[in-house]
């Protein structure tokens, strides 16, 4: 099922037919990372701050719906933004790391992957990664699972 087609389907049912949402798949293993989400592992994720402006897209926000899809584009469940902040790459704490689910959910993994990833999607974005870069910290509950 597409993530338009999830969202129809859950809009329907829930009366949300004219909210806004948007469709995303997390990067590095999306089809792992979606199905920590699943199994209710993965409560949080990371993004870079910087990037948000040079792309021009929104922040996140409480109480917004994301479609998440896996590595083919497929539509595997709905969630809804619970709490968002930003904070220096530096200052993330080992509470979010456990709630991101990945690995061995320590924040010694949390910051040895992130970094690397945050640097790949810096470089390729002309920029550079550094420990005091601004990351924008989400997280969510499950809503509607496709």
């Known amino acids: 099922m597409t993530g338009s087609e999830l969202w129809k389907e859950y809009a329907k049912k829930s009366g949300l037919e004219d909210c806004p949402h948007s469709e995303w798949a997390f990067g590095g293993d999306s089809d792992t990372l979606s199905s920590l989400v699943l199994e209710g592992k993965k409560t949080a994720t990371a993004s ?6 040079k792309e021009n897209e929104k922040l996140p926000e ?3 719906y994301s ?13 809804r933004t619970d709490k968002v902040s930003v904070v220096p790459f530096s200052d993330v704490g080992e509470d979010h ?3 991101e689910g990945e690995g061995d959910r320590s924040l010694e ?6 970094k690397e990833f945050f640097t790949e999607c810096m470089e390729e974005a002309g920029e550079e990664f550094t420990p005091d870069m601004a990351v924008v ?7 509607y699972r496709g």
């Not at 993994?109 to 992130?114: A, D, F, I, N």
């Not at 910290?137 to 809503?143: A, D």
């Open 137 to 143: 910290l989400e997280e969510f509950s499950i809503v």
């Open 62 to 64: 409480k109480g917004d």
């Open 97 to 99: 790391a456990y709630k």
């Open 48 to 53: 870079a701050y910087p990037l948000y402006g």
């Open 109 to 114: 993994y949390w910051r040895h992957v992130h």
């Open 67 to 79: 479609v998440i899809l896996d590595g083919k584009g497929n539509g595997v469940c709905i969630i």
